[in-house]
């Protein structure tokens, strides 16, 4: 049966005390939440991770998670993190493809593919995000458009990578605008990307993937998103960064 996970995904925020303060909070936040099986992710800013990995009053089930990760083992690729220096502090999951890094560091999907390709060689888990823009679901391309962005990225892969893949379904105008995908427009985009999986794979690894939904996710919308059936947790960017709000979406996770 698959898991549900809630995911915070800080961006480019906090400094390293208050990564630690934030991490903190949520841990005591959420010690009286029974989430059983399902799963608890931060991803901090790199230079902080090993700073909050390390956190003495971490529960100890919260994941952590690298916003990003380079394509090539080591070398002359100044400004990046490679998938050993990750694994080395203690991180084992990587966001890639945000839309974030598709729209300011050009990320396209042929990049993407090698991204995932190492991750996979390095036994790296990969929350993998895609979504279309305003424009093309004012175009009803949107199914078309989310199709090619999972298919050119990962359908390359053998069915035993897909262990290692969480995909995170966020509409770009849902991400950072208050605007929210209501529950039927995620469900329905949701069942669309697990039917896909399911025809280029098979029925069991579709079931067995998590797809996350990612846009304006708050405690107040949390449980409806939540509840729908192929929707299986969130990818949380602003209201991560608070510790009663990340709690209240972890407690929607059931
Ligand atoms: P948001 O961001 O929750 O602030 O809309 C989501 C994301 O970018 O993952």
Redesign the pocket.
């Known amino acids: 049966m698959r898991k549900k996970i809630v995911a915070g995904?800080w961006?480019m925020n906090l400094n390293r005390a208050e990564s630690i303060q934030l991490v903190t909070e949520i841990s005591k936040k959420i010690k009286e939440i029974d989430f059983g099986k399902n799963r608890v992710v931060v991803a901090p800013v790199s230079v902080n991770l090993t700073s909050v990995v390390e956190n003495k009053a971490n529960d100890s089930r919260i994941e952590y998670a690298s916003q990003n990760m380079h394509f090539a083992d080591s070398g002359a690729y100044t400004g990046e993190i490679s998938a050993n220096m990750l694994k080395d502090i203690n991180v084992g999951i990587t966001l890639l493809g945000?839309?974030?890094r598709r729209e300011y560091f050009n990320e396209d999907d042929a990049l993407l593919k090698q991204k995932v390709d190492q991750a996979m060689a390095n036994e790296m888990e990969v929350i993998f995000?895609f979504g279309e823009k305003l424009e093309d679901r004012q175009a009803d391309n949107h199914f078309s458009v989310v199709a090619s962005q999972i298919t050119n990225a990962l359908f390359h892969l053998d069915s035993n990578n897909w262990k290692n893949i969480v995909l995170?379904y966020?509409p770009v105008w849902?991400?950072?605008?208050?605007m929210t995908a209501s529950p039927e427009q995620a469900q329905e985009m949701h069942a669309f990307i697990r039917n896909l999986v399911k025809e280029n794979y098979n029925n069991d690894l579709a079931q067995n993937v998590s797809i996350l939904y990612?846009?304006?996710?708050k405690p107040t919308n949390a449980k409806e998103i939540f509840g729908k059936e192929d929707v299986d947790g969130?990818?949380?960017?602003?209201?991560?960064l608070k510790a009663e709000m990340f709690a209240g979406i972890i407690e929607a996770m059931q």
């Open positions: 995904n961006k945000h839309s974030e995000c995170a966020e849902a991400i950072g605008t208050g990612g846009g304006s996710v969130g990818l949380i960017g602003g209201a991560a």
